[in-house]
C-alpha cells in the first residue's frame, strides 16, 4: 500500500546528492591514479582517468552542471603533479571544450543517442576529439609547441577513450545511468502513478455477499434484474 505521507528529498537536494557522488568519485580515482603513477610507473606515457566518462555522463544527466567536473579534474591533477600556470591553463580549461558535445543533444535528444550502442559511441570519439583539441589549442596558447601538446594528450587519453567507450557500452543498458535526470524522475513517477491508484481503489472496495447482491437484483424488476446465466450465456451462443 502507499504511504501517502511520505516525504521525499527535493529536486534540488537529489542533485546536489548525485553530483557531489560523482565529483568525489573522480577527484578519489584521479589522486589514486596520479599517485600511483609517481609511485610505482614513473615514466608512463598513458594514464587511466575518470574525467571523460564522469563528464561525460553527468552532462547527460545535468547538462551544464557538468562545467565543474572537467575543470576540476585539471586542477587538482596540476595540483598534485606540482605544475606551473600554464599548466592550469592547458589542463583545467582545455578540458572544458569536453563540454561542447552537448550540442550534440540539440539535433537529436539524448535518449536517442543511447537506443544504439555505434551512436554512444560516436558521442565518446567526439567527446575525445574535443578533449584533445582544447588542450592543443591551450597548449598552443602558452607557447607549447602543436607536436608536443597533440603527442602528449593523444598518448596520455588514449586508454581513457576505451575505458570510456567501455563505460558508455555498458552504462546504456542500466536504467536511469545515461538519461537526463528530470525526465527520469518523471518517468518513474509516471510509472508508479498506476499502481497508486490501484491501491487506492481497493483500499476503499467492500465485498458484497450473496443477499446484498439479490437486493440490487430485485431493486430494478424486469428491466434492472440481476445476474442470470441468461445475460452471461446469450441464446445464439447456447
Not at 74 to 96: K, T
Not at 125 to 132: A, K, R
Request: hydrophobic share 50%; net charge negative; aromatic share 16%.
Amino acid at each position: 500500500m502507499s504511504n501517502k505521507n511520505t516525504k521525499g528529498i527535493s529536486f534540488g537536494q537529489y542533485r546536489v546528492a548525485d553530483l557531489m557522488i560523482f565529483l568525489l568519485i573522480m577527484c578519489v580515482c584521479e589522486a589514486i591514479n596520479v599517485l600511483a603513477i609517481r609511485k610505482w610507473f614513473e615514466g608512463m606515457t598513458f594514464t587511466v582517468s575518470v574525467m571523460l566518462p564522469v563528464t561525460l555522463a553527468v552532462l547527460i544527466r545535468w547538462n551544464w552542471f557538468a562545467a565543474i567536473f572537467p575543470v576540476a579534474d585539471g586542477i587538482l591533477y596540476c595540483w598534485l603533479n606540482g605544475a606551473g600556470a600554464q599548466s592550469y591553463l592547458v589542463y583545467a580549461v582545455g578540458n572544458a571544450f569536453v563540454l561542447l558535445s552537448w550540442f550534440l543533444f540539440v539535433p537529436v535528444y539524448k535518449e536517442k543517442w543511447f537506443s544504439r550502442w555505434y551512436l554512444a559511441v560516436i558521442y565518446v570519439i567526439v567527446s575525445f576529439v574535443l578533449l584533445v583539441a582544447g588542450r592543443t589549442l591551450m597548449g598552443l596558447c602558452v607557447g607549447i609547441s602543436f607536436s608536443e601538446i597533440f603527442t602528449e594528450t593523444v598518448l596520455s587519453e588514449c586508454v581513457s577513450f576505451f575505458f570510456t567507450a567501455a563505460f558508455f557500452l555498458i552504462g546504456r543498458k542500466i536504467d536511469g545511468l545515461l538519461e537526463d535526470q528530470k525526465k527520469y524522475l518523471l518517468r518513474v513517477a509516471r510509472e508508479n502513478e498506476p499502481h497508486a491508484a490501484e491501491e487506492d481503489y481497493w483500499d476503499g472496495y467492500t465485498e458484497l455477499d450473496d443477499e446484498e447482491l439479490s437486493k440490487l437484483g430485485g431493486k430494478g424488476g424486469r428491466r434492472n434484474r440481476g445476474i442470470s446465466p441468461e445475460d452471461e450465456y446469450p441464446p445464439d451462443s447456447r
